[in-house]
C-alpha cells in the first residue's frame, strides 16, 4: 500500500508538473530554440552541432532540433516519443512539456529566419526520486496511515490466529490425555470458513479416539470382571482338592495355588486401573493421614524384606502441620506400597530402602521420597515406566505384569498429585509421589 501511495504521488507530482511549468519553460527556451534555428539556416548541420555543445546543461540532456517533415538536422537518431511532440508543435512559440518517470521532454516551435516552422526539443534523463519530496505536513499523514495500517493488520492477524490458538490449545489437552477435550465452540462455529472446518474435523477425530479409549477401557473391565467369578470356584475346588488328593499331590497343588494367586492379583491390578480410569466406585472423600499410611506400609514392606536380607528405613521430619490428604485411602496406599515393593525387588541384598516423608509448604504438598540401591533403569526407560504392562528387560523378571507402577501414576492422577522417577546419584531408582495436602 505504501508503495502505490508513493508511485501515485509520484505520477500526480509529474503531471502537474507538466500542467504548470509550461508558460515559465516556454519563455526560458525561445532563446535557444530561436539560436538554434538561425545556427542551422546560417552554419548548417555543422554549426547546429556545435551549436548543441555550447548549450548549459547538456550532461544529463540533448537538444533536437527537427523540420515539418520530421528528420532531425544533425541526422541524430529520434526517439518516437520525440518525433510525436515535434508533430503536435505546429504553431510558433507553442511549447510542450512530456513528463515520464525516466525521462522530461520539452518542445517549442521555433519560426527560422529562413520563413520554416522547426521544432527545437530538449530531452532530460532523469532517474526516479524514490521518496517523493513531501512537505511536513504529508509525512505526518503517512505516519498516520501507517499507524492506521497496524492496527487494521494486527486486528486482522488475531481474527485470523485465534482460531488456529483455539485448536492448537485443545489439540495440546488432547495430547495432556484429556479426550473429552474440544476446539468448536460457539465463536467458531459461528464462522464460515477454513478454521471453523479443522476445528470440526478435529473435533470429530477426537470424539472418535474417545470412543475407542472407552471401548477398550471397557472391555478390560469387562474381561477382568468376568474372570473373577471362575477364579474364585477355581480357589475353592482347590481346596476340596486339597483335601481329596494324597500326599504326592501337594506339591502340584501348592503350584496351581500360586499360580491361582498370581492371576488373582494381575485382575485386581486390572479392575483397579479400570476402577480409576472410569472414575467409578472410589471415594475420593477420606481424609488420609499419609504419615499413618506410610508408617503402615513401611511396617510390612521391612518385615517382608527381613526374610530376604534386605530392610526398609523410614525418615520422617517433624512435621508442622499433619500430613493430610483428601482422597481414596486405599488408592494412596496402593500407589506407594507398589513403589516399595519395586524398591524391595530390586535393591541390592544387604541394602537398605529408605523412605522419606516431608511436606513441601510452597506447593502445599506431601512428597514421598522411595530410595533403593538396585541396579536403576536405563535413562531412555525411564519414560516409559509408568506404563501399563511396560516391563524393562534388562531388570529381570519380576514376576509381575507391569501394572503396578500404572496403577501408581493412576492414582496420583486422580489426587492431582504426581510421580517421577529418577535414578540416584550414587546409583539405584528414586521415586517420589506427591499428594496435595488438605
Ligand atoms: N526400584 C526399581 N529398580 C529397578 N527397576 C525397577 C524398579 N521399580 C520398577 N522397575 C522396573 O519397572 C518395571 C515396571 O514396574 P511395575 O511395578 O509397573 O511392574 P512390575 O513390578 O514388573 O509388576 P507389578 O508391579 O505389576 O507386579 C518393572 O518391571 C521393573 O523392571
Ligand atoms: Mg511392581
Known amino acids: 500500500m505504501l508503495a502505490t501511495l508513493m508511485a501515485m504521488l509520484f505520477l500526480l507530482d509529474a503531471q502537474m508538473a507538466s500542467a504548470s511549468w509550461q508558460p515559465l519553460i516556454g519563455n526560458a527556451f525561445w532563446p535557444y530554440a530561436d539560436e538554434a534555428a538561425k545556427r542551422y539556416v546560417t552554419a548548417g548541420p555543422d554549426g547546429l552541432a556545435n551549436y548543441y555543445k555550447e548549450l548549459p546543461g547538456t550532461a544529463h540532456g540533448r537538444a533536437y532540433l527537427l523540420d515539418a517533415t520530421g528528420a532531425e538536422l544533425t541526422r541524430q537518431p529520434v526517439s518516437s516519443r520525440i518525433r510525436a511532440l515535434a508533430f503536435g508543435l505546429v504553431k510558433p512559440r507553442q511549447t510542450e512539456v512530456r513528463l515520464s518517470i525516466r525521462q522530461a521532454l520539452i518542445g517549442t516551435a521555433v519560426l527560422g529566419p529562413d520563413g520554416q516552422l522547426y521544432?527545437?526539443?530538449?530531452?532530460?534523463?532523469?532517474?526516479?526520486?524514490?521518496?517523493?519530496?513531501?512537505?511536513?505536513?504529508?509525512?505526518w499523514a503517512v505516519l498516520a496511515a501507517l499507524l492506521v495500517l497496524a492496527l487494521l493488520c494486527f486486528l486482522i492477524a488475531r481474527?485470523?490466529?485465534?482460531?488456529?490458538?483455539?485448536?492448537?490449545l485443545a489439540a495440546r489437552r488432547l495430547a495432556g490425555g484429556d479426550l473429552t477435550a474440544r476446539a468448536l465452540d460457539t465463536n467458531l462455529a459461528r464462522r464460515n470458513d477454513e478454521f471453523a472446518n479443522l476445528a470440526r474435523d478435529f473435533d470429530d477425530m477426537a470424539a472418535r479416539i474417545e470412543t475407542l479409549v472407552q471401548v477398550q477401557e471397557r472391555l478390560l473391565w469387562n474381561i477382568s470382571h468376568e474372570l473373577r467369578s471362575p477364579l474364585t470356584r477355581?480357589?475353592?475346588?482347590?481346596?476340596?482338592?486339597?483335601r481329596k488328593a494324597g500326599?504326592?499331590?501337594?506339591?502340584?497343588?501348592?503350584?496351581?495355588?500360586?499360580?491361582?494367586?498370581?492371576?488373582?492379583?494381575?485382575?485386581?491390578?486390572?479392575?483397579?486401573?479400570?476402577?480409576i480410569k472410569g472414575g467409578a466406585a472410589v471415594s475420593m472423600s477420606e481424609a488420609v493421614d499419609l504419615l499413618e499410611v506410610v508408617a503402615e506400609i513401611a511396617a510390612d514392606a521391612d518385615f517382608e524384606a527381613r526374610g530376604h536380607n534386605r530392610s526398609v528405613r523410614t525418615t520422617i521430619p517433624y512435621l508442622a502441620t499433619p500430613a493430610t490428604a483428601i482422597g481414596s485411602r486405599d488408592l494412596l496406599?496402593?500407589?506407594?506400597?507398589?513403589?516399595?515393593?519395586?524398591?524391595?525387588?530390586?535393591?541390592?541384598?544387604?541394602?537398605?530402602?529408605?523412605?522419606e516423608l516431608e511436606l513441601d509448604a510452597a506447593s502445599r504438598m506431601a512428597i514421598v521420597t522411595v530410595l533403593d540401591h538396585g541396579p536403576g533403569v536405563p535413562a531412555s526407560e525411564l519414560e516409559h515406566l509408568f506404563e501399563t504392562f511396560y516391563?524393562?528387560?534388562?531388570?529381570?523378571?519380576?514376576?509381575?505384569?507391569?501394572?503396578?507402577?500404572?496403577?501408581?501414576?493412576?492414582?496420583?492422577?486422580?489426587?492431582?498429585?504426581?510421580?517421577?522417577?529418577?535414578?540416584?546419584?550414587?546409583?539405584?531408582?528414586?521415586v517420589q509421589l506427591a499428594v496435595p495436602l488438605r
Open 119 to 139: 521544432a527545437f526539443v530538449v530531452e532530460v534523463q532523469q532517474r526516479p526520486a524514490i521518496v517523493p519530496s513531501l512537505g511536513p505536513d504529508a509525512v
Open 159 to 168: 481474527d485470523l490466529a485465534s482460531p488456529a490458538v483455539q485448536v492448537s
Open 234 to 242: 477355581l480357589s475353592l475346588a482347590l481346596g476340596i482338592a486339597r
Open 247 to 275: 500326599a504326592d499331590a501337594q506339591s502340584t497343588l501348592d503350584r496351581i495355588e500360586r499360580e491361582t494367586g498370581q492371576l488373582n492379583r494381575l485382575i485386581e491390578q486390572l479392575l483397579t486401573i479400570a476402577r
Open 333 to 355: 496406599k496402593s500407589a506407594i506400597e507398589n513403589v516399595v515393593r519395586n524398591a524391595i525387588r530390586h535393591t541390592a541384598p544387604g541394602t537398605e530402602v529408605s523412605i
Open 391 to 430: 516391563r524393562v528387560s534388562e531388570n529381570g523378571e519380576t514376576g509381575g505384569a507391569g501394572l503396578g507402577l500404572a496403577i501408581t501414576e493412576q492414582a496420583m492422577h486422580v489426587h492431582a498429585g504426581w510421580v517421577k522417577a529418577v535414578n540416584a546419584e550414587g546409583g539405584g531408582l528414586k
